[in-house]
């Protein structure tokens, strides 16, 4: 199976994925990239979920973390990421955003 993978985007245009991933350095970055493109491919063997969404564990440097959301069957939310050090405040993080998100679907569907 694969996943349509997407940031998640704010009423203001922002990613919160993307101002993460933008301070990476080019390592990382492609690392990161590559982890994406197992999500895509439906490889999810090293993500955990819990509360609703899921923490993708790049078991490399400092432990790179990939947040993320499943919306139906088909879509991956990207909702941040991070590194083990950080990753109570960074789940954290990623469960409001993702509160975020399905708020936001939920108001649309009423309009």
Do not use: C
């Not at 940031?7 to 991933?21: A, Q």
């Not at 899921?54 to 990207?78: A, Q």
């Amino acid at each position: 199976m694969s996943y349509k993978v997407e940031e998640y985007l704010r009423e203001d245009g922002t990613s919160p994925y993307e101002e993460w991933f933008m301070r990476l350095d080019t390592v990382a970055a492609a690392k990161i990239t590559i982890v994406k493109l197992k999500m895509e491919q439906g490889n999810l063997s090293n993500v955990k979920w819990f509360g609703g969404i899921g923490e993708y564990r790049l078991d490399w440097g400092p432990g790179y973390r990939v947040y993320i959301g499943k919306d139906g069957d088909k879509l991956i939310i990207l909702l941040g990421g991070g590194t083990k050090k950080g990753q109570q405040k960074d789940i954290d993080k990623a469960e409001v955003i993702w509160k975020e998100y399905k708020d936001r679907k939920a108001n649309q569907k009423k309009k």
